[in-house]
């Protein structure tokens, strides 16, 4: 008989605004569907950005994340939201989030071990999920440690400019006090987003970037894509409607990386 599966567990994060975030979150989760993979999407963010993106009307949520944060017996059911089920086999299910989740941040704050509840309260998820996504807060919180603690790595992305640069050290160093604070290794990896290659700036940025972050980056980068914005009116991912398109293209070079590092992974384990 096999056991229960374990997700593994990304957190898109960075403490720069306006870099991809919740378009990584998404997009990458919708590729990673198209493999037949099944994702679930938390939105751990007050804003819900993502929960908006995906057509769910945040103010006319009955239960949120903030249900699964506070309660000790929340139901699944109640919670998760299907989206998406593809021939493939994969799906995008969604914990959406709403404002109540600023008054949990609150309680969490004041509360031991608050940000610690996320990696706590995800063990009584449904056990058939491949990957779960979640879309942190921006603000240095107890929600972004949160999101940080229950995460197998922490995706970042950035914009290919040297402002950027200032953003991901605070992350790191938010990262770091997380693993100090509860002893584990956050693995991460710098997503490059909305590169243009026409600007020689994207370019040395890049070149930066790389070699600062030598063997913590992806190798696909995230171009400039219009199609991002018509993805964003209709409040779909841009996978699912233009599967075509350049920046859905990156996107799943990504999920490929992924996917391939993950069987790697799973494959060292057994070998040990």
């Known amino acids: 008989m096999e056991g229960k599966k374990t997700p593994y567990i990304f957190a898109t994060a960075n403490q720069k ?20 993979y099944r994702v679930l999407l938390i939105d751990l963010d007050p804003q819900a950005s993502l929960t908006n993106h995906l057509a769910v009307e945040p103010e ?10 506070v309660s000790e017996s ?9 989206k998406y089920r593809l021939k493939t086999g994969g799906c995008i299910d969604l914990i959406p989030s709403n404002i109540n989740l600023a008054r949990i941040e609150a309680e969490l704050s004041v509360s031991e071990g608050g940000g610690l509840r996320l990696k706590e309260r995800l063990k009584f998820l449904p056990d058939n999920y491949d990957y779960i996504i979640i879309d942190s807060s921006p603000a240095l919180s107890v929600l972004l440690i949160s999101a940080i603690a229950a995460s197998d790595e922490i995706i970042i992305p950035v914009i290919s400019d040297f402002l950027s ?28 987003t909305m590169f243009d290659r026409r600007t020689n700036s994207s370019w040395k940025s890049l070149d930066y970037f790389q070699n600062k972050y030598q063997n913590c980056h992806f190798n696909s980068i995230i171009n400039i894509d219009t199609r991002f914005r018509d993805a964003s009116l209709i409040r779909k991912p841009l996978t699912y409607l233009d599967v075509n398109a350049r920046g859905a293209i990156d996107y799943i070079n990504a999920a490929k990386e992924i996917i391939n590092g993950r069987k790697n992974q799973i494959k060292g384990a057994k070998d040990e």
């Open 17 to 36: 605004g306006g870099v991809g975030k919740t378009t990584t979150a998404i997009t990458l989760g919708s590729s990673l569907s198209l493999f037949g």
């Open 60 to 69: 006319k949520l009955e239960y949120s994340i903030s249900n699964v944060m």
């Open 74 to 82: 929340f139901h699944p059911d109640e919670i998760i939201i299907n």
């Open 165 to 192: 640069a200032r953003g991901v050290e605070l992350l790191l160093t938010t990262i770091g006090k997380v693993e100090t604070a509860i002893n584990i290794k956050c693995n991460y990896r710098l997503l490059i």
